[in-house]
């Protein structure tokens, strides 16, 4: 496997339900983020975690929980979640995070289509 | 205002067409840029860097005007594979600060 995986593709649930989504970066690099994408709207950023650490957390209601276990892995749970919520949620890793020239370039996963009924 | 802001068009453009995308950010103090283009249904993917002198890859070419905080990327002659939305993105250099993307601006090529 190469690149950003994310899993599932596709996930439906009810708004009482837990579930979470997985990231996977094989691309060694030390930052991952979280991004929501709705229609017509540009990409939210959601959470940023480098080195493991997180380090920006944009006013995310707390229905989503991300977790950074090490720095291959993101997950984001979620629960209790409003019909609102249904969006694109984007994985995307970094070599780093900053300014510095190439550091924060992102590399996307193909993201998991969520709906809440 | 928003923090980056781009025309959504969509830009309908012949075969062979030149168009160009204008972009314009907030921050002064965003220090790097980029165009990235997202196909339907698809994930975003980097097209390219913007630098401060312009740079070209190919078709592609894409300028900084740094005192009037916009960027601009300019297509010659557009392939049919080029339909896609593209987005332009900025970041701040204070601190750790992840890229801020604009709603992106969708084009068309038609045969």
């Known amino acids: 496997e190469t690149g950003v995986t994310q899993t599932p593709r596709h996930l439906v649930m009810g708004m009482t339900n837990k579930k979470s989504l997985k990231c996977e970066q094989h691309l060694g690099h030390n930052a991952m983020y979280w991004y929501k994408q709705s229609a017509k709207k540009p990409l939210e950023l959601m959470f940023v975690y480098s080195l493991e650490e997180r380090v920006e957390n944009n006013s995310v209601p707390s229905r989503f929980s991300p977790e950074c276990p090490n720095s291959s892995h993101l997950f984001l749970h979620l629960h209790t979640l409003q019909p609102e919520d249904s969006a694109l949620y984007l994985c995307?890793?970094?070599?780093?995070?900053?300014?510095?020239?190439?550091?924060?370039?992102?590399?996307f996963g193909a993201g998991s289509r969520l709906t809440v009924l | 205002r928003k923090e980056v802001e781009q025309d959504p068009g969509p830009f309908n453009v012949p075969e062979g067409a030149t168009v160009a995308f204008n972009c314009t950010y907030s921050?002064?103090?965003?220090?790097?840029f980029f165009w990235y283009r997202q196909d339907c249904r698809k994930e975003p993917k980097l097209l390219m860097s913007v630098y401060s002198s312009g740079n070209e890859d190919g078709r592609f070419t894409a300028q900084l005007n740094r005192a009037s905080q916009y960027i601009s990327l300019l297509i010659r002659d557009s392939k049919l594979s080029d339909s896609a939305t593209y987005l332009c993105v900025v970041t701040s250099d204070t601190g750790r600060r992840a890229l801020t993307f604009g709603s992106g601006t969708r084009l068309q090529v038609q045969p």
């Open positions: 921050n002064s103090a965003s220090q790097s």
């Open positions: 995307a890793s970094s070599p780093g995070t900053g300014g510095s020239s190439g550091a924060n370039v992102l590399t």
